[in-house]
């Protein structure tokens, strides 16, 4: 079992910055990737960004490219969130989820489904 621990959200201002943060526990030992989600009210669940665990490749919506940067510590087992310029159009919960034990993906990484494992979330709101 792998535990996602998220924190960093909380209330800005347009074009301001937050930056979010997601430790991971547990069976971390064979991460393939992590990634963020996030999900507003009346909406379905929308890939932010996902970051490779051993390459560091990362991959981004188009939305957010240009504005947010994903990271990861593999010390730490903590993946980053970055996000900058930030507009109303960005408030929502965000979701930290994992893939591990897998070397492979079966979908696509930018599809929730792919993902193990799974945060609580935490509460991102962009005033205008």
């Known amino acids: 079992q792998v535990q996602l621990v998220e924190s960093g959200g909380g209330l800005v201002q347009a074009g301001g910055s937050l930056r979010l943060s997601c430790a991971a526990s547990?069976?971390?030992?064979?991460?393939?990737?992590m990634c963020w989600f996030r999900q507003a009210p009346g909406t379905e669940r929308e890939f932010v960004a996902a970051i490779n665990w051993s390459s560091a490749s990362t991959y981004y919506a188009d939305s957010v490219k240009g504005r947010f940067t994903i990271s990861r510590d593999k010390a730490k087992n903590t993946v980053y969130l970055q996000m900058n310029t930030l507009k109303p159009g960005d408030t929502a919960v965000y979701y930290c989820?994992?893939?591990?034990?897998?070397?492979?993906?079966?979908?696509?990484?930018?599809?929730?489904?792919?993902?193990?494992?799974w945060g609580q979330g935490t509460q991102v709101t962009v005033s205008s």
């Open positions: 989820a994992a893939i591990v034990g897998r070397n492979r993906l079966r979908i696509g990484i930018k599809f929730s489904d792919e993902y193990d494992y």
């Open positions: 547990g069976r971390t030992f064979s991460t393939y990737a």
